[in-house]
């Protein structure tokens, strides 16, 4: 809904998705990790968003690997994030590729990074 500009109260929004997160729900998580990143990239807010990453950590994405990889891809590749780093950006993006993100192959694609890794499917 945030990102169709249909809801603007972002303190809310986070408020909403943090609550739901705490209960467990993948897909859930998955959001709040994606519009924390953009929150704390917005804020340029680093210490947050290690918290917000240990956290992500603590959780099981069995059957969502490969959009919790392209979600960490977004943290380290985004050139405004107070994270930025090339290398893990690629490490993601390749893992997020290999557990089946499409999204992932499209990117690495474009960055001409896909032709030289070994098919694994």
Do not use: C
């Amino acid at each position: 809904m945030h990102d169709n500009g249909r809801y603007d109260n972002k303190t809310k929004l986070r408020s909403i998705l943090a609550q739901n997160y705490d209960k467990g729900d993948t897909e859930i998580a998955l959001l709040y990790g994606r519009f924390m990143r953009d929150l704390l990239i917005e804020k340029q807010d680093k210490p947050e968003m290690l918290r917000v990453l240990d956290k992500l950590s603590r959780i099981s994405f069995k059957g969502y690997e490969g959009e919790y990889y392209y979600i960490l891809s977004g943290y380290y590749g985004l050139q405004k994030s107070p994270l930025f780093d090339e290398d893990k950006r690629d490490y993601y993006l390749i893992l997020s590729y290999k557990n089946g993100s499409q999204a992932a192959e499209k990117l690495l694609k474009g960055m001409g990074i896909l032709p030289e890794l070994p098919s694994t499917k």
